[in-house]
Structures are given as structure tokens and as C-alpha cells.
């Protein structure tokens, strides 16, 4: 029994979507450690940008249905890393699923939304239609609610020292984030082990935090006084918009700092250090490496 389990392990062909994108990224780099490069194929929809991933490169259109079933060919498990393209994603997810379950694909692991059968972000209406889609498919499948990644307020700390403070509209709520790098090792972990079909996960950070926390801890690693300065959601999506980004965008982004106050970003079930296998990055840990890089 053993045996033939190893075998199934060695066999097995692993695709994953979004592979040039940063989360995509990552777990082919972790993954590259557990599987020969051979058995391991990058969807993209430009193949140029992933061609120094250093596996199986294959062109997949979430928008183009004719590119999806041929990509996906021989495929054994499919990591759907959901799309950027906010708006467009339930349709696009659907594809993705259509094409895999014509091609066969035995097991579709999804990164969905923390909480997202009862989150009020926004971004979570889209994650319910593709969770829906999944379970009318009949493929099994394995959903992995990814909460918030670290980098999205740590990649804020350049302008903070620019600017002398954080700003947000998140008040006191508490953020249960985890880098990036952390869920790309959880997706591995599911990826190249059995057990999980039918499973959803909430995956977050071990320890929560405020950003008045976080502007204390990257006050306390660069020796200066960097406050957290809390907004009315008009008044920081403004503030958004003044530095450049699409208004509606801005607005997006201050709506999902309203969420996080009233707890949506906040988790404390520890599902994600239990995939790993060991604690999730340490908040102190993450400002370290961004201020390092």
C-alpha cells in the first residue's frame, strides 16, 4: 500500500493557473522542491513571462475558453489561483472549471476569500459564485479561503515614512494576515498530499493585529515615530486617489479597510499554521523583510 501511494505521489501531474502572477510564483517554487519540474505545468496567459520558471509552460486564457481543455490535458490536480481581473472573475472561474472537467482533471484546488460565505468584502460575491460552480461540477475540490496577505500593508510602509504615517480606514479592527509565501506553502501542502477533497479551509495568520499595531512595530524598527492615522472611508479613498490610483479602485480598497474594522480580515481558527505545519510569519518578521527590501 505504501508503495503504490508513493507511486500515485510520483505520477502525478500538477497544474497551476496564474503561475507569472506572485502568489503563481511562489508555488512553483516551493512546489519544485517536492515534485520533478517535469510533472509540474505553468498556465499563463502570455508564456513568455514564464519562461524562466524552469517547468512545463502552457498558454491558458481565463478569457478564452478554446486555450483552457488543451492546457489542461493529462492534468492529475489543478491549483485555480483566482483572477486579478476583479469583475470578470466568476465568469473566468467558470471556464477554468468547465475546461477541467472536460479534460479529466481529478482534483481542483480553489483560492478562494476568508470567510467568504459571510464576508462583506466586496471581492466576496465573486468568491461564492466560483465556491457555487465548483460544487455544481461534481469535480472534487478543495477550497482554500485565503485571508489577507501581509504584503498588502507592509508594501504601504515606503510611503508611510515618506508620509510620517499609515493611513487606512480599518480603525480597531484586527488582522489575521499571513505573506504570501505562507499560503503559497499551504496550497503546496494540499497540493502534494491526500485528505482534502471536499474540504474548505480559513486560512489566516496566527496573530492578529491592528494597523495602529502595525505602524508601532515599523515605528519600533526604523527608530521613528510613525502614527497610524485612521479615516472616514470617503476621506482615505480620496487620499487613495490623490496618490494615483483609478477612483474606483481607491474606493474598493478604503471599502475593504471598512470591512476589516468590522472584523472581516480577522481570524483565529489557525488552519494555516496547522497546513504548514509550523507558526505562521510573525507580524515583526514581515516589516523586517520589507524594510529590507
Not at 460575491?125 to 466560483?130: A, M, V, Y
Not at 501581509?150 to 505573506?179: C, H, K, M, V, W
Request: glycine share 10%.
Amino acid at each position: 500500500m505504501c508503495l503504490v501511494h508513493i507511486k500515485q505521489e510520483i505520477d502525478m501531474t500538477i497544474a497551476i493557473t496564474g503561475a507569472t502572477g506572485q502568489l503563481g510564483r511562489l508555488v512553483i517554487a516551493q512546489l519544485k522542491h517536492k515534485l520533478p519540474a517535469a510533472q509540474i505545468v505553468a498556465l499563463a496567459r502570455d508564456t513568455t513571462k514564464a519562461a524562466d520558471l524552469g517547468v512545463t509552460v502552457r498558454e491558458a486564457d481565463y478569457g478564452r475558453p478554446d486555450t483552457l481543455e488543451k492546457a489542461l490535458a493529462g492534468v492529475d490536480k489543478l491549483l485555480l489561483i483566482s483572477s486579478s481581473e476583479v469583475g470578470q472573475r466568476a465568469v473566468q472561474h467558470r471556464n477554468v472549471i468547465a475546461a477541467a472537467k472536460r479534460a479529466g482533471v481529478k482534483q481542483i484546488i480553489y483560492t478562494s476569500l476568508l470567510h467568504a460565505d459571510r464576508s462583506p468584502l466586496s471581492l466576496a460575491d465573486e468568491h461564492r459564485q466560483t465556491e457555487a460552480e465548483l460544487k455544481a461540477s461534481g469535480v472534487p475540490h478543495t477550497i482554500l479561503r485565503n485571508g489577507w496577505y501581509t504584503e498588502n500593508y507592509t508594501g504601504s510602509i515606503g510611503g508611510a515614512l515618506q508620509g510620517g504615517a499609515f493611513i487606512g480606514s480599518a480603525g480597531d479592527g484586527r488582522i489575521s494576515s499571513a505573506p504570501r509565501a505562507d499560503f503559497a506553502a499551504a496550497a503546496v501542502a494540499v497540493l502534494t498530499s491526500e485528505g482534502h477533497a471536499g474540504k474548505v479551509y480559513e486560512l489566516a495568520g496566527d496573530d492578529a493585529y491592528t494597523l495602529t499595531e502595525l505602524a508601532a512595530e515599523v515605528s519600533k524598527q526604523t527608530g521613528r515615530q510613525i502614527p497610524y492615522k485612521n479615516l472616514s472611508q470617503a476621506d482615505y479613498a480620496a487620499a487613495l486617489a490623490g496618490f494615483g490610483l483609478p477612483a474606483p479602485l481607491a474606493d474598493a480598497i478604503a471599502g475593504w479597510d471598512v470591512g476589516a474594522s468590522q472584523g472581516a480580515l480577522f481570524d483565529d481558527g489557525r488552519q494555516l499554521s496547522v497546513l504548514l505545519g509550523q507558526p505562521t510569519t510573525p507580524l515583526s518578521t514581515a516589516v523586517a523583510d520589507a524594510l529590507k527590501a
